[in-house]
């Protein structure tokens, strides 16, 4: 079974609009990722954030999560046509340890 | 540095074929993964290698069996494919060295597998 679920599994955005992605997940973790995936191809690691930090940043991105409630969100400010993607959390329940992928968000950002 | 990656992009299989995928590295990383994935759905983990030597069964295993043939280079293979089989098949990475570690994985760009 999946570790982390995103919501919404599609959303649909006019260019310059933001953009915010969630992520649940089951057990107790040591970090948790964020990647991208353009159509046809693999996968791109975006941002890891560790248990024992609330937010990260990277240009565009910001990224929260909450270990009470086992959730995460990634934000995408300003979003351009090129962020038209699908984007997964993966979770590790120890430093090193598998990665557990969620379904992912299908993002279309319109021109 | 070209990264990961897998060969053939694509291959089309008749029940009961067998077949290798092939995935390489060229980042000197000790860990190596396969996932599929399957449409509209996340990555599941098939097998890994922690390091060269060693393989581990992952979340999906049956059917599939893996060789870590040196540090560079992880296969995969279908000894005896099945429709069920039919997938996207991405390769990955990761530095493991002790004392440089990082959580990160590195994919490659996938094999997409069909079995009629």
């Known amino acids: 079974s999946q570790q982390g679920e995103e919501d919404p599994q599609a959303l649909s955005i006019q260019e310059g609009e933001n953009a915010t992605m969630n992520c649940s997940y089951k057990?107790?973790?040591?970090?948790l990722q964020w990647y991208r995936q353009n159509s046809g191809r693999g996968l791109v690691h975006l941002i890891l954030?560790?248990?024992?930090?609330r937010e990260k940043h990277s240009g565009r991105l910001r990224v929260t999560l909450d270990t009470s409630k086992k959730s995460s969100s990634l934000l995408i400010t300003a979003s351009r046509a090129a962020d038209t993607a699908s984007y997964f959390c993966?979770?590790?329940?120890?430093?090193?340890?598998?990665?557990?992928f969620g379904g992912g968000t299908r993002l279309m950002v319109k021109p | 540095n070209a990264g990961v990656t897998q060969t053939p992009k694509f291959q089309v299989l008749k029940t009961g074929q067998s077949m290798t995928l092939q995935c390489a590295q060229d980042?000197?990383?000790?860990?190596m993964y396969w996932y599929r994935q399957d449409p509209g759905m996340g990555l599941r983990l098939i097998y890994y290698?922690?390091?060269?030597?060693?393989?581990d069964k992952g979340e999906v295993p049956n059917g599939y069996n893996v060789s870590r043939l040196n540090k560079r280079e992880f296969s995969l293979r279908l000894e005896s494919a099945a429709p069920s089989q039919t997938s996207v098949y991405f390769c990955?990475?990761?530095?493991?060295?002790?004392?440089?570690?990082?959580?990160?994985?590195?994919f490659g760009p996938g094999t997409r597998l069909t079995v009629l």
């Open positions: 057990t107790s973790i040591n970090n």
């Open positions: 990955a990475s990761r530095k493991s060295h002790w004392g440089q570690a990082t959580d990160t994985q590195y």
């Open positions: 980042m000197n990383h000790n860990s």
């Open positions: 993966a979770t590790a329940l120890n430093a090193g340890n598998m990665l557990t």
């Open positions: 290698s922690a390091s060269e030597g060693t393989t």
């Open positions: 954030i560790r248990s024992n930090e």
